[in-house]
């Protein structure tokens, strides 16, 4: 077993097996093992690979996988216009696809229990970490990257959740309240800037690839001033990850998700799965293709496993230029046999299928693009938009950017998706909402968007008529077990 594996489970012995309230019970034993834990390098750089751990790989039972595995783009795929439940006699995504869950959810559980024992680890190794003899460039950098992943966490939980337990420490009280939004984005907000000032500016190969950098921060930090409304700071901090020259739009919207461009030009901070690339990763495989690619493909193609839990909807396929790369890319509607035949299918999202990589399907080593580079200038677009009460050159030369980019159809550029131009800020508002909705199918985004938006309930009206999207579901509900665990989680939230 090797020593990051070792750290991971001696971790989540210590942090993972328990709810969040659980997590905050205070333990003698686990006091002294706080206490005498850091004593060498290792000890710190192992303790940051514990909150990457949880991230992306399993957690102990009750819950599976870890933060991103599934629970987490499931979830805010299924509350939106984006996809349909088709994994069948599992209610819990029923509910989400048509905006009947409650508080009981299995799925929202999942993120809510892996957040927190996430944050947890975080809190472990900023406390503990300072305490190392070791490079002060290198300490510095480990503290970067666990503000980072606590800042990352607590921005999901925030934006779907509202007031959450806002945990810092290592001896929290045993039955916390809720805080407020402002506090919340405040920590999160100093974390970031405390990342973005000590990072790295990269990684290569082999050292530390897949971890968090200073770009990273940077780009998180724009979109939480995005999501408050403060449109000058995301600007500027946009502005200052593309001066950067770290990073590049890959000139195919294809490559962007083949297997070999893994935390390559366009990644900003990925979820990783697998050990493509050498990245940093704690978990064999991750579930995209099984859950996404359509089962026709595993009835004509031997050893493939594709089961077609959740779908794209019509709405969303029909929405797109036929021409559009992404397109193609993104969604699939036809299944080709080993004999040749084709058999027609809902659509269904492919995008994390590299068919050359893997040719089975299955099980991936694709990642979760949290962060790409695409979104740095469809951010700047919008904030330059609301700043301005309008568009201006610069927002138009930023989404065209993107346009252009999905004009390649892997071997010229189409005369399709025209450069916007000339637009009211309503109607570039509206073109910016579609741009995402093209650019990030299948990446956890889309909820987010249409709430910042506030278009949730027309825009799911319009893609799925039997779902019955309300003004409360701009949040999620607090999970029902914590609240029975923890009576200073109440009042629940508004609608639940």
Same mark, same amino acid.
């Given at each position: 077993?090797?020593?990051? %594996?070792?750290? *991971?489970?001696?971790?989540?012995?210590?942090?993972?097996?328990?709810?969040?309230?659980?997590?905050?019970?205070?333990?003698?034993?686990?006091?002294? *093992?706080?206490?005498?834990?850091?004593?060498?390098?290792?000890?710190?750089?192992?303790?940051?690979?514990?909150?990457?751990?949880?991230?992306?790989?399993?957690?102990?039972?009750?819950?599976?996988?870890?933060? +991103?595995?599934?629970?987490?783009?499931?979830?805010?795929?299924?509350?939106?216009?984006?996809?349909?439940?088709r994994f069948v006699g599992v209610l819990e995504?029923?509910?989400?696809?048509?905006?009947?869950?409650?508080?009981?959810?299995?799925?929202?559980?999942?993120?809510?229990?892996?957040?927190?024992?996430?944050?947890?680890?975080?809190?472990?190794?900023?406390?503990?970490? !300072?305490?190392?003899?070791?490079?002060?460039?290198?300490?510095?950098?480990?503290?970067?990257?666990?503000?980072?992943?606590?800042?990352?966490?607590?921005?999901?939980?925030?934006?779907?959740?509202?007031?959450?337990?806002?945990?810092?420490?290592?001896?929290?009280?045993?039955? !916390?309240?809720?805080?407020?939004?402002a506090d919340i984005y405040a920590q999160i907000?100093?974390?970031?800037?405390?990342a973005a000032d000590n990072l790295v500016d990269? +990684?290569?190969?082999?050292?530390?690839?897949?971890? @968090?950098?200073?770009?990273?921060?940077?780009?998180?930090?724009?979109?939480?001033?995005?999501?408050?409304?403060?449109?000058?700071?995301?600007?500027?901090?946009?502005?200052?990850? %593309?001066?950067?020259?770290?990073?590049?739009?890959?000139?195919?919207?294809?490559?962007?998700?083949?297997?070999?461009?893994?935390?390559?030009?366009?990644?900003? *901070?990925?979820?990783?799965?697998?050990?493509?690339?050498? @990245?940093?990763?704690?978990?064999?495989?991750?579930?995209?293709?099984?859950?996404?690619?359509?089962?026709?493909?595993?009835?004509?193609?031997?050893?493939?496993?594709?089961?077609?839990?959740?779908?794209?909807?019509?709405?969303?396929?029909?929405?797109?230029?036929?021409?559009?790369?992404?397109?193609?890319?993104?969604?699939?509607?036809?299944?080709?046999?080993?004999?040749?035949?084709?058999?027609?299918?809902?659509?269904?999202?492919?995008?994390?299928?590299?068919?050359?990589? #893997?040719?089975?399907?299955?099980?991936?080593?694709?990642?979760?693009? +949290?962060?790409?580079?695409?979104?740095?200038?469809?951010?700047?677009?919008?904030?330059?938009?609301?700043?301005?009460?309008?568009?201006?050159? #610069?927002?138009?030369?930023?989404?065209?950017?993107?346009?252009?980019?999905?004009?390649?159809?892997?071997?010229?550029?189409?005369?399709?998706?025209?450069?916007?131009?000339?637009?009211?800020?309503?109607? *570039?508002?509206? @073109?910016?909402?579609?741009?995402?909705?093209?650019?990030?199918?299948?990446?956890?985004?889309?909820?987010?968007?249409?709430?910042?938006?506030?278009?949730?309930?027309?825009?799911?009206?319009?893609?799925?008529?039997?779902?019955?999207?309300?003004?409360?579901?701009?949040?999620?509900?607090?999970?029902?077990?914590?609240?029975?665990?923890?009576?200073?989680?109440?009042?629940?939230?508004?609608? +639940?």
């Amino acid at each position: 077993m090797n020593n990051r %594996i070792y750290y *991971f489970l001696l971790m989540s012995l210590i942090f993972g097996t328990f709810s969040c309230t659980d997590i905050l019970v205070e333990d003698p034993q686990d006091q002294i *093992f706080v206490d005498n834990y850091f004593e060498t390098e290792n000890d710190a750089i192992s303790s940051v690979n514990a909150i990457y751990a949880i991230l992306n790989s399993t957690s102990l039972p009750p819950t599976f996988g870890g933060v +991103y595995h599934s629970s987490y783009w499931v979830a805010t795929g299924l509350a939106s216009d984006e996809m349909e439940n088709r994994f069948v006699g599992v209610l819990e995504y029923d509910q989400l696809e048509t905006f009947t869950h409650t508080a009981v959810n299995g799925t929202l559980y999942d993120f809510w229990q892996n957040a927190y024992k996430g944050i947890s680890n975080a809190n472990f190794a900023i406390n503990g970490i !300072p305490k190392v003899n070791m490079d002060e460039t290198r300490k510095a950098s480990l503290l970067g990257e666990a503000h980072f992943l606590r800042a990352l966490l607590y921005f999901d939980l925030v934006r779907m959740f509202g007031q959450v337990p806002l945990i810092i420490d290592i001896e929290p009280p045993l039955f !916390p309240v809720k805080s407020a939004t402002a506090d919340i984005y405040a920590q999160i907000k100093q974390d970031l800037q405390f990342a973005a000032d000590n990072l790295v500016d990269s +990684y290569s190969r082999g050292d530390g690839l897949g971890r @968090a950098t200073s770009g990273a921060a940077m780009t998180l930090l724009a979109k939480v001033h995005l999501t408050l409304g403060a449109w000058d700071d995301c600007i500027n901090l946009c502005n200052a990850v %593309i001066a950067s020259g770290r990073y590049e739009l890959w000139e195919d919207f294809a490559d962007a998700f083949r297997i070999a461009n893994e935390n390559g030009k366009e990644a900003i *901070f990925n979820i990783g799965f697998g050990d493509a690339n050498g @990245a940093i990763s704690f978990w064999e495989v991750g579930q995209f293709n099984v859950r996404l690619l359509p089962k026709e493909l595993s009835q004509q193609i031997p050893g493939v496993n594709a089961q077609g839990w959740q779908v794209a909807t019509q709405n969303l396929y029909n929405s797109y230029d036929a021409n559009d790369r992404r397109r193609a890319v993104t969604l699939m509607t036809q299944v080709f046999a080993l004999d040749g035949t084709v058999k027609n299918v809902e659509p269904h999202i492919r995008k994390y299928w590299d068919e050359e990589s #893997e040719p089975n399907a299955g099980n991936t080593e694709n990642d979760l693009p +949290y962060l790409r580079y695409s979104d740095v200038f469809l951010m700047k677009a919008e904030a330059i938009n609301e700043k301005n009460n309008g568009p201006n050159q #610069e927002a138009y030369d930023a989404v065209n950017t993107i346009r252009k980019r999905a004009r390649f159809n892997g071997v010229e550029e189409l005369d399709v998706l025209p450069d916007l131009g000339n637009l009211s800020y309503e109607a *570039f508002k509206t @073109a910016l909402l579609n741009e995402r909705r093209w650019e990030f199918t299948g990446e956890g985004k889309r909820w987010f968007d249409l709430v910042r938006y506030g278009k949730l309930k027309e825009k799911v009206s319009e893609a799925k008529p039997n779902a019955q999207p309300m003004d409360f579901h701009s949040l999620f509900p607090i999970p029902q077990e914590e609240l029975d665990l923890n009576q200073n989680l109440l009042p629940q939230n508004q609608g +639940y």
